[in-house]
């Protein structure tokens, strides 16, 4: 049995699916049992509960032996680094007396030791944690969502814009959350000796202004990217939404991200293209 925390989201969802489609048992942790109805129909076992609630983790992690684990993502409108690194200890926690056989756990590019920049220092904080457990685990390394452009949808209909924090022209690496999940799903079924970090892109790296045109082809209009100036980016972030610890945060990976990414020289890659993620991201809306 395959344990999916996370099974709910984009990349968690697309690891279940890969699994259940070849012929594996999954059981997908949700703390909403409204979302478990269509996993059900696939023929996934749904299990509910909080991600903060340690003991309930447990008995769930009992009825499984591999485990893919994602951090969920607090709040924006929390202080999101105090929020996610409870939610780390409460997973991590859970995992004693588990019983647990193998870990897959997704991390990111760019994952380092530090305060107030994100992602970046909370699941840099996760491996660490991982690396001092008893149970192997291997790590994904994941490039940028592509998933984190579908908010851009309704800006570039509506207004003809993609905003970004990212100048039009910052080559970044891009990865599709069906490939993440195709990645989880292989390593969850390797050797459970077989540990490691993965890192794990698309099949090529893009910039906004890749993104613009993609959009255009798609919605056969004059898509332009705006970018955010870097003095405005605490301000903006907050102004959608974001308390102020976040929005420093956030503010700071990005400034990270922007000029201090470390790219690996022979990533895992992926087949699903920026142009095929959003032409599929656009169908399904339709």
């Known amino acids: 049995m395959h344990i999916i925390l996370g099974g709910t989201g984009h990349v968690g969802s697309a690891a279940a699916m890969s699994l259940l489609q070849q012929g594996e048992a999954v059981t997908i942790v949700t703390r909403d049992p409204s979302k478990g109805a269509d996993w059900t129909r696939r023929g ?4 509910v509960a909080d991600v903060h609630d340690s003991e309930a983790l447990r008995h769930i992690f009992r009825q499984g032996e591999r485990l893919f684990l994602l951090n969920p993502p607090a709040d924006p409108s929390t202080d999101t680094d105090v929020e996610e690194r409870k939610t780390v200890a409460a997973i991590i926690a859970a995992l004693e007396g588990s019983g647990l056989r193998k870990i897959v756990a997704q991390s990111t590019y760019g994952a380092q030791p530090g305060d107030r920049c994100g992602d970046l220092n909370i699941l840099y904080g ?8 008893p149970i192997p685990a291997s790590i994904i390394r994941a ?5 984190n452009w579908d908010s851009t949808l309704e800006t570039a209909e509506q207004d003809g814009v993609v905003n970004t924090f990212f100048p039009a022209d910052f080559r970044l690496p891009m990865v599709a959350p069906d490939d993440l999940g195709r990645a989880a799903a292989r390593l969850l079924k390797e050797p459970i000796e077989q540990t490691g970090t993965h890192y794990v892109e698309g099949p090529a790296r893009y910039t906004a202004s890749d993104v613009a045109a993609c959009l ?4 056969r209009k004059d ?3 705006v970018t955010a100036p870097r003095e405005k980016w605490q301000e903006t972030f907050e102004s959608m939404g974001f308390s102020r610890a976040a929005a420093e945060s956030y503010a700071r990976m990005t400034a990270l991200t922007l000029d201090e990414l470390e790219l690996p020289a022979n990533p895992e890659r992926g087949t699903v293209s920026l142009q095929r993620y959003i032409s599929d991201l656009l169908a399904r809306r339709n």
């Not at 996934?44 to 299990?47: G, S, T, W």
């Not at 996760?126 to 457990?133: A, G, I, S, V, Y």
């Open 44 to 47: 996934a076992e749904i299990a």
């Open 143 to 147: 490039a940028y969502y592509m998933s």
């Open 223 to 225: 898509i332009q990217v």
């Open 216 to 219: 255009s082809d798609e919605l």
């Open 126 to 133: 996760l491996e660490q944690k991982l690396r001092t457990q």
